[in-house]
């Protein structure tokens, strides 16, 4: 956007001064130019414009632009060529616009430094360039730290462009901006460095081990040579009767030994060493190991074709052991026997696991039960609180209603009473004053009547006194007293008139009238009408008393009027307040239908909540009926513990038992080895009592063959050595896995007594273990039972083990010490696969034991609170448990003195066979035949041996695993459990919690019901104010509404004089890249630089926006 501008102002110059140049003269001074030239600096100097098509796809170096976009130079440089020296060309020429020549006294601040002398150009700049003039001088002040930005995006582009040539050349990664896919690419290669590194140790084992085979191939091909000339030299030497017996002992002896003894590892070691601190490849080493191989498989033919050999003169040994095969065969299916006991014990060990499967299921299910009734229980005594708090509450609103509406009632009574009380004297009141006023009326009427009367009087003495003006002038004289009197009398008249109200008015006008019409007749006629005047002047006083006494009567009136007035005044109070009083009546009344609905609402949610809780009771019923389950499962539980306590006895005994076996082979081992000199050497003596050549050659073919088949037995007797080490070995493993697994299992079966010990602490361990106590006694005779069984299947298999032993016995005195000792191993092996079977069941009763246990621990972790009453049963129950289980290990013991009974008799026997060995030397070379057939046979055992060994093994790390498995639950129980009880306490805390809000919510309704009377008493006075200040609101949200309009209008015209400064086709491109990349960290890159930049992101605005990527 920055370059565009550029180019633009930069074409806008160059038209410009190419205007000034055909504009200006040819000729200018050589002054002006040269200190134009000087003064001049490099950066200001014109520059042809360069086209956009020659920037590269990186974007161009800022320093080609840099010293050429300076916009204050360019102006000076503008303002020089556009100085007012030519103004007189420009003047006649008139070509140019008036825009062109503001814009070249915008660009000219410095021509009035040089040119000082000539006139100014004063035009006035359009809007347009004053626009744009000021865009200019903001991108002027952003220009350095746009530039500095560019500088640095353009020295990192450019030192990133060598190292993502060399990714894109190297590694499938094609650019800087995939840091995981390099990460990929490196790890791969560490695995492939790995890898060849473990396949070369792999291979130069192999080699080594081929080498190793090679050598004792080699050393089997030498014996045979080395054994043939050592008899040709006996052969040769029995002549001359020296005859070297030491020479027949030591090829075997030495040589098997070194072949088959176990003590070629060191070699192996150094071979290895030598290996792995030498470095070779593949393709060196491959073909050396496959011509090896090829030599190894001639070899190995050749070998096979010697065996079999060998194979057709053992042929005819192989008759002679019929009967050792029969009794074989005997022992084989007593095996298979005892194999399929042992195949239907783990069956129904099996069947043991998916019952306690099925067990914890249940157990899983009666604790969810539990767990919900916890909960509707709790809720139901939640909600039956807020009932009781609730119908408290509304009783007691309902006796205030009722009382205050019972007082209301009584004061409407009471106003009601006095308002007709009020209402008859009132109407008493105003019929006595109705008649009063017609009495008045009615005198008013006869004082009218009588005033006209007396009008007509004067006037008729008015007539006289006309008549009578003719008459003596004395009348003068009289006149001047009548005149003088005339006046005293209308003013009294007028204060009596004053007294008087408006209805007297009128009558007092009209008696003045004739008051002083009388004064009149009195001056003239007080001589001869005399008489008549003073009767009409009586008359007019006792009229004027009558009127005064009537004007008191109308006063009296009004003050009664008056009185009525305010007692009207009273009335109407008095029915507002009726008025209010009914108001609060239909309040009161509402609110005490609202109370009523809501105690309807209430005994519905009542019912609701009573039907609920039966069907919790019915759920309770059936987790009753899971408990009594539960129980069932728990003693069969013990049992099982039961079981496992003897099994554990069991295994220590066989332990102890085994140890004095091997001691006991290993003594036996050894004379066997003590054996083998004296047998050769009678070997040597039997070829040396042969007399004739014949019989030698004879004797000496069948040395031969005996010898290489002697070799042959030693090889194999060395085999069988090392796997009997082998087995010994795994055996010796074996036995300390076993005594780890105890030692952990009585770990846990401690841990269980302790966590037993609290939980008879805790009262629900007392509830459970009590009601399991009771099922658990039938349970554990059936165990025992079953236990009983399995002892007699034991007994059985002992006792056939026993028979087996006797035969091998009979054998042993039958062949030799040797057979004595196989048949002997035999059975300690088929010993120790009795023991492995029943460290599986043992094992497996274990895990089962196990859960269980984690089960019930959850349980009673959950039951604490409802099984209180049946702890003392419990404890009756466990003591009879203890007592079984001390019977039990009084039984164990007891086998166990059994067990080194017979281990005494073992020792014994094998005592009496070792001096029954010096006997049955003599009878070894006769029963040799017989001897090797049953190695043969007992080879052939072994390997059958080792495949159920191997299965064994395999069952045994399962059951490993299971435990494993079993005590990981375990502790997730008991994680469990103690969250659980940390659940409870919080529980229970949130109730107390609770508790302490409902008093303040009380206390809170409280003053809340206190303010809700004020605010009653003041909610008219505020609807009155309310209304007003509607009033004034509407006339000031449409003034607001005004004020709005013009604001948004201002705010709308800014947004868009800001909008125009942001080029929207640029935008466009740059959101288009945005939202079609999928990387999200070019999208980040992205929104840190860019947009950013062009719409001013702060920092909350970009960890929006970033988090809206990721």
Known sequence: MFQRLKGTVEKAIADEQARQRTLSPVGRS???TGTSSRTESPATRQRKPKPKDDAPARGPDPAEFESAFVLEDDSAEISRIGTPANAAMEEKSGEVPISEKAQDVAFAPTANETNTEKPKVSLELPADVRQKLKKLDTLESRYKDLLRSYRIAHARAVSIEPFEKVLKENTPIGSITEPDALVEYLTQLNLKGVMVMDELKRVSGERDDYKKQKDILLKAKEEPKAIKAEAEKAFVDETGDSVPAPSVKSPLSSRVATIFSPRTQPQETSDNKDVTEEFFSYDDELPKLQEEVKEKTAEIEQLKSKVSAVEQTLATTEQNASGVQESLTATKSELEIITKELNESKEAADACQEFQEKISQQTRELWLLKQKLQTTEAQIETLNDALSKHTREADGKIARLEKAYAAQKVATKEAETSKTKVLETKETLDIELNSQINTLADSRKEDARIIANLMDKVMELKVTQTNSDTQSPSAASVQTPGGSSAPVQPSAAKKKNNKKKKKGGAAAASVEAPSIAESAPKSVNSTPIGPSIADLQSEILNLKSNITEKDAEVAKLQSKRRSEAELSEELENMQDNLLTIGQEHVEAKEKIKELVAEKTKLKERISELETAIEGYKDDSKVSEATDTELKAQVAKFEELQSKSSTLTSDLAAAEKLATSRYKDLAKLQDVLQKAQPEMRSLQAENANLKTTKEELAAKTSELRRLEAREKDLKAEMAISKKQSADRDSEVKSLNEKITQEMNGRLQAENQSRISSRDLRKCEAEKIQV???????????????????KLRTKVTDLEGQLSKVTAESTSLREEIQLRASQYNSSQGLLECMRSQEAELAMQLKEKSEAVESLGEELAEVGRLLSDR?????????????????????VRDMRERMDAAIEERDRA???????????????DELKTKIRDFERDIKRANDDKDELEISSKEWKRKLNELESAAERYMQENNDIRSAMSESRDALDRSEKQHRDEQKKNTDL??????????????NKEFKILQLKQ?????????????DT???????????????GAGTGVDLTYLKTILLQFLSQKDGKVKEALVKTVLGQLLHFDKKDQEK????IK
């Not at 049946?870 to 003591?879: F, I, K, P, V």
């Not at 926006?1105 to 809206?1108: E, I, K, N, R, V």
């Open 907 to 921: 020792e014994e026997e094998t005592s009496t066979n070792a001096r029954r060995r010096a006997r049955e030397v």
């Open 1027 to 1039: 209304t007003r200040l509607s009033d004034v609101a509407s006339s000031r949200s449409s003034f």
């Open 1002 to 1015: 009380r206390s809170l309704l409280a003053q809340k019901m206190e303010l809700y009377e004020k605010l």
């Open 1105 to 1108: 926006w970033l988090a809206a």
């Open 868 to 888: 209180t009453r049946e702890g003392e049963t419990m404890r009756r129950q466990l003591a009879d448990v203890d007592n079984r289980a001390e019977n039990k």
């Open 770 to 788: 009590a009601a399991a106590g009771e099922k658990s006694a039938a349970e554990v005779d059936k165990c025992q039972d079953e236990a009983g």
């Open 30 to 32: 050589n002054s002006n």
């Open 1042 to 1056: 005004i004020r709005s309009g013009t604001n948004g209008s201002l705010s709308a015209g800014g947004m868009n």
